[in-house]
């Protein structure tokens, strides 16, 4: 597993995310935020010209979701939290899985996007949210402004995409500072293009990231040198 080390309090691996969780000691993570494979073997069709349409590693089945829950629920500290975005269809199941670890689900958040995505565009009106479920070990405490469970961020524009399925930073810079403090660390087993670790480096918390495509591995190296950097 390579391992970069891109700035004091932040470090990003290339590999499989339950290696690097199970190097991990027990209760050594303040937050846990990922956005892993949904389990729907996703490839975009939006694209014309055949960017972002690459198929997601371990996106056949809820497997890897599975593998790094029992983890991360064992590295996370006791009173903390993990945020999780999941598909609209599968969301119950990733709930499931969650729970029988040991995390209790406190909110399946809905993130509207602002606008909605093509589909069936003659059969199904267009969906315009994303899930981000909210589960917690023990009982954390809300830091902060209590929001209500529908958060309104637009997504990221096509132009502007290092990630198919990547998330805009000020979405994952409120979930960050809503169940953590400065200096605390935040784990992503499923890096992308490295969204939450800028949102960290934002909101001044210390990152721990891995990625298992090398696609995306470097890229994300580079944005989080910048972004660290200040």
């Excluded at 599968?90 to 909605?116: A, M, P, S, T, Y």
């Excluded at 929001?147 to 990547?166: C, K, M, S, T, Y």
């Excluded at 403090?181 to 960290?200: H, K, N, Y």
Aim: hydrophobic fraction near 35%; include cysteine.
């Amino acid at each position: 597993m390579e391992t970069a080390y891109i700035a004091p309090g932040c470090a990003v691996s290339l590999g499989d995310c339950r290696e690097l969780l199970a190097r991990m000691p027990g209760g050594s993570a303040d937050m846990a935020l990922t956005d892993p494979p949904y389990g729907i073997g996703y490839r975009s069709n939006r694209r014309k010209d055949g960017a972002h349409r690459n198929r997601i590693a371990g996106d056949n089945d809820l497997g890897a979701v599975r593998a790094a829950s029992r983890q991360l629920h064992r590295v996370l500290k006791p009173d903390s939290a993990l945020f999780m975005f999941a598909d609209r269809d599968r969301q119950g199941e990733v709930c499931e899985i969650l729970q029988r670890v040991g995390f209790r689900v406190k909110n399946r958040i809905v993130w509207d996007k602002g606008n909605h995505t093509a589909g069936d565009c003659r059969g199904a009106f267009g969906f315009r949210y994303e899930i981000l479920i909210l589960a917690v070990k023990d009982r954390p405490l809300i830091r902060g402004e209590r929001h209500d469970d529908i958060w309104r961020f637009p997504r990221v524009a096509g132009a502007r995409l290092a990630h198919q399925n990547e998330k805009p930073v000020a979405l994952l810079e409120r979930a960050i500072e809503s169940m953590s403090d400065p200096g605390d660390l935040v784990i992503d087993p499923f890096l992308g293009s490295g969204s939450t670790g800028e949102a960290c480096a934002l909101a001044g918390r210390r990152f721990l990231g891995c990625e298992i495509d090398p696609r995306y591995y470097g890229p994300a190296c580079e944005r989080l040198r910048r972004a660290f950097a200040g």
